[in-house]
Nanobody
Framework: QVQLVESGGGLVQAGGSLRLSCAAS????????IGWFRQAPGKEREFVAA????????PYADSVKGRFTISRDKAENTVYLQMNRLKPEDTAVYYC????????????????????WGQGTQVTVSS
């Protein structure tokens, strides 16, 4: 089975940067679309970014477009989320998730097809 472990969260001032990592166990995970989602207290879980098998399809939420960049290293079985120019409204628990559809090139912005989830990593942006 696929296991996902997020890391890289922490405290940062507004305008700063963080890079989140999502390390997957199981070689098959390198064929799955990977998404990043976040959830703030009292809010619904929301889509942040995702990346397909080829790495060429990388949809972003409008709220992070131009500030966040998703990438993947298939050899290391790891997906990254580079977050720049962070804002207080980016504060949330960030989760990575895998959609078990091998070689799917267009990832979904809905959480529904993502069957594997990490434990989450806290990102706090101070004003």
């Amino acid at each position: 089975q696929v296991q996902l472990v997020e890391s890289g969260g922490g405290l940062v001032q507004a305008g700063g940067s963080l890079r989140l990592s999502c390390a997957a166990s199981g070689r098959i995970a390198s064929t799955f679309p990977i998404g990043w989602f976040r959830q703030a207290p009292g809010k619904e879980r929301e889509f942040v970014a995702a990346i397909g098998y080829s790495g060429r399809s990388t949809p972003y939420a409008d709220s992070v477009k131009g500030r966040f960049t998703i990438s993947r290293d298939k050899a290391e079985n790891t997906v990254y989320l580079q977050m720049n120019r962070l804002k207080p409204e980016d504060t949330a628990v960030y989760y990575c998730a895998a959609d078990p559809h091998p070689y799917r090139v267009v990832p979904s912005p809905s959480p529904t097809p993502y069957d594997y989830w990490g434990q989450g990593t806290q990102v706090t942006v101070s004003s």
